[in-house]
Each structure stands twice: as structure tokens, then as C-alpha cells.
């Protein structure tokens, strides 16, 4: 049975940053691709990153990219995604996701999703 677990969600400030992991169980990790995806109410999803199963593409959604920063640990069976210089916009649940041997965006697994705030 697939398992995604994501936490390091939280309030955040502008500028600051924060870093979310996902934690994988119940299928061979480092044979797929992952990614990261986020959901803003009213909005539709948004892919943010994603990553090889081996680590070595990632790509990343233009808005993010230079700020956000995806890897992953195929020992720990771990993907993190850190995030940097946030900014209002970023606020979201982030979801992290299994994709297909061929493409993160091909997905069959979601975990429950970690939320970032902005303190007003």
C-alpha cells in the first residue's frame, strides 16, 4: 500500500523559508519519479517541482524557480522540497505526489498534503 507523508508546513514569513518532506513507503522509491504539487482555494492545482527517480532532472515551476530546491533520498526513501525567499503567493497545501516511471506528473499516489501560511 502507497504511503506519502508530508510535513514541515507551517506559518511563514516573507523572506523566510521553510523545508517539506515527503515520507515514501510501499513501492520500490527510487524506480519513479516525485513531485511536488500546491492548492490555493478558488485556484487549481499547480505543479511546483518534480524530480527523476535517479535525482539527476528536476524541473521546477518558473515562479519558483532559484527559490524552491528539490531533492530526494532513495535510502530513506525521502523528498524534500526546500523553499526559500517565500513570498504571500506561495501560500498553499503542498502535496507531494507519486508519479510513473516516465513523468511525475503521471500520478497514482497523493498524500494528504502539509499547509504554509503567512502571518498576517
Known amino acids: 500500500q502507497v504511503q506519502l507523508v508530508e510535513s514541515g508546513g507551517g506559518l511563514a514569513q516573507p523572506g523566510g523559508s521553510l523545508t517539506l518532506t515527503c515520507a515514501a513507503s510501499g513501492f520500490t522509491f527510487d524506480m519513479y519519479q516525485m513531485g511536488w504539487a500546491r492548492q490555493i482555494p478558488g485556484k487549481g492545482l499547480e505543479w511546483v517541482s518534480g524530480i527523476s527517480h535517479d535525482g539527476r532532472e528536476t524541473w521546477y515551476l518558473p515562479s519558483v524557480k532559484g527559490r524552491f530546491t528539490i531533492s530526494r533520498d532513495n535510502f530513506q526513501n525521502i523528498v524534500r522540497l526546500q523553499l526559500n525567499d517565500l513570498k504571500p503567493e506561495d501560500a498553499a497545501l503542498y502535496h507531494c505526489?507519486?508519479?510513473?516511471?516516465?513523468?511525475?506528473?503521471?500520478?497514482?499516489?497523493w498524500g494528504q498534503g502539509t499547509q504554509i501560511a503567512f502571518s498576517s
Open positions: 505526489a507519486k508519479g510513473s516511471r516516465w513523468s511525475y506528473r503521471e500520478v497514482d499516489s
